[in-house]
Every structure is written in C-alpha cells, then in structure tokens.
C-alpha cells in the first residue's frame, strides 16, 4: 500500500527523494497536516507519483501537491566483518571526522539514524578508508 504526503509543488516529481524534518511552527493551524505530518521524523522518502490534487502551504509559500511516497535509504557503509547479505542489522555510524575523504557521504549518510534497522541488499567491494576500517558499501532498505 503507498503511503500518501504532501511535498511542495517543486518537489513533487517521481524520484525526487527528501528527508522528513518534522512539523514546524507553521504546520499548528493547518488544515491537512495530518495528511502531510504523516512519515517519522530523519527516515529518507523517494516521491513514486503525484497526483493532481494540491492545497496551499504557509511553510513553502506555495502550494503543496499530494503525492505517493516509499522509504529510500541512501547506499552507506558498514564493516565487512559483520556485512551478509539478508542480514537484519542495527545502523552504527562510523566514528570519523574526515570530511575530505571520498567516502564521507556513504559513512555519514542522510536519512538513516542510529539505531535504525535495515535489511543488507547488497554489497559492495571493501573501500579503501584512510583511517584503516574494514568497510563495504552497501544497499539497504529500512525493516519495520
């Protein structure tokens, strides 16, 4: 079943992907934020469809489409030890503070929280990391 949400009208193309912030000020005297203020909170969210329905928006200046939203975690990182495809596992982000690094985005990935609970879809070849880790990338798709 897909889960319907309100994005802006920019927005509001199949593939673009968002992160869920939460409800903001402007949201307490809306009158659709149920049908807006409806994914949790940090998860990343990739739009499948729009539908040609639209309602104004005090937070965007604008108008707000409805759209059909599924859960997209970006690819990230994970040590090879413990990486198996299949495998259910508790998100631990890698302590580093490397920015420069080529491989910062998939050790530091927006849109997955610690402690989050995904499922390893597929692997990758272990990266070259300068600070020694043992890590691969890897697909993932959130398990409720």
Known sequence: ?????????????????FVYRGPQPECR?????AACLN?????????????NVSHPCLLNEERVRVVEVEAAPPECS???????????VAYDPLVCANAAC?????????????????????????????LGYEIAPVRVAYSE
């Open 78 to 88: 994970l040590p090879t030890r413990g990486a198996v495809e299949g495998a259910l």
């Open 1 to 17: 079943m897909a889960q319907i949400t309100l994005v802006g009208e920019r927005q509001a193309v199949p593939g673009h992907e």
């Open 102 to 130: 080529p491989h910062f985005r998939l050790c530091h990935p927006v849109g997955i929280e610690p402690g989050a609970r995904l499922r390893i879809l597929q692997i990758g070849p272990e990266l070259d990391c300068p």
């Open 29 to 33: 005297e809306c009158r659709v934020k």
């Open 39 to 51: 994914q949790e909170v940090g998860r990343r969210y990739r739009v499948t469809k729009t539908r």
